[in-house]
């Protein structure tokens, strides 16, 4: 009896693809589909890699395939991660175009970090919520207004497009894919045997704060000046309005158009922000830190602090401490 054939994952290696994470992919999705051979039964692979490369005429082609000479095509196609600047509008285009083709034909999408930039020209984010590094959050909704963007999550699936946040994230997204594709046996045995933590963990573990300042508004960004300065000891309303030398009502909306959230979430994350760096560099009790960032509540620091990062402080410390 023949070998089913293989699932194929394709990795498009558009400009500045990162080939660390090309590669990386490439083994994990090998070593996953060697794993699950004697489950499926036969001797081929489950899991067929390709690259996928555009050149000067015509869409995108198979410059890797792992299974040369088989009929198919991908059920995934991969952007990965670059370490280069998101690939500009113009140079995206094409790939936009082609994987909106792919899509059509029942190819799910995926994204890694700035991957987002060329999954973003499809079209086919607007009205969904995707991650991408958190750091590009700003660049990526002023180029895609439309597209809600969630970069507390590492990982967001949404069926027929998947997202992840920062460079090394393939991993993570490589993981999910073996576990949609061969199964969560699979894939429990393959993050054993390479010792990679399997799906579960969260960008906001690791992302810091990055305010939003380049919103052209010169009263509201010097209130964000003066929180920083004063790391959000003093958040009264008038006070923050007089700062901004605005009618509160005026600059609660002004402030909310401006930054993308209220004050009173601004100020929360601005003071979350500082107990991160006491709980990694430093070795003062939770108590002690949550009075200094203004909480005189240690419980509601604990909710707000968990309601940010995803850990309780005394997780965040054993995890990241690096004293």
Avoid at 159 to 166: E, F, N, R, S, V
Wanted: charged residues 20%; positive net charge.
């Amino acid at each position: 009896m023949p070998s089913p054939a293989p699932t194929e994952i394709g990795l498009v290696l558009y400009p500045g693809a990162q080939q660390a994470a090309v590669l990386g992919m490439s083994d994990l999705f090998d070593y996953a589909s060697r794993t699950a051979t004697p489950r499926v039964g036969g001797t081929a692979h489950a899991l067929r890699v390709s690259h996928w490369q555009l050149h000067e005429q015509g869409p995108p082609s198979r410059v890797f395939d792992s299974a040369p000479g088989q009929e198919g095509t991908p059920a995934v196609l991969v952007l990965p991660p670059s370490l280069n600047p998101p690939l500009a509008r113009e140079a995206a285009a094409p790939f936009g175009a082609w994987l909106r083709e792919r899509h059509a034909a029942g190819v799910a999408l995926a994204s890694v970090c700035a991957g987002a930039f060329v999954l973003g020209e499809t079209g086919l984010l607007v009205g969904r919520t995707i991650t991408t590094h958190w750091r590009y959050a700003e660049a990526f909704q002023d180029r895609f207004p439309g597209v809600r963007l969630d970069t507390d999550q590492l990982i967001v699936d949404d069926g027929d497009i998947l997202t992840a946040g920062g460079a090394m994230a393939w991993t993570d997204l490589g993981m999910r894919l073996i576990d949609r594709t061969l199964g969560a046996t699979v894939m429990v045995e393959t993050a054993r045997s390479l010792l990679v933590d399997p799906p579960g963990r969260e960008q906001r573990y690791y992302s810091a704060f990055s305010p939003r300042l380049r919103h052209g508004d010169a009263a509201v960004l010097k209130v964000q000046h003066w929180l920083q300065a004063t790391d959000a000891k003093d958040i009264a309303l008038p006070r923050l309005a007089a700062q901004a030398g605005l009618e509160e009502r005026t600059f609660l909306r002004r402030f909310q158009k401006a930054t993308g959230m209220t004050t009173t979430e601004y100020c929360q994350r601005l003071r979350v922000g500082r107990a991160r760096e006491m709980l990694q560099f430093g070795r003062l009790p939770v108590d002690r830190i949550a009075w200094d960032v203004g909480y005189g509540d240690t419980s509601a620091f604990r909710k707000v602090f968990i309601r940010f990062v995803g850990l309780t402080p005394g997780e965040y410390r054993r995890r990241f401490h690096a004293v």
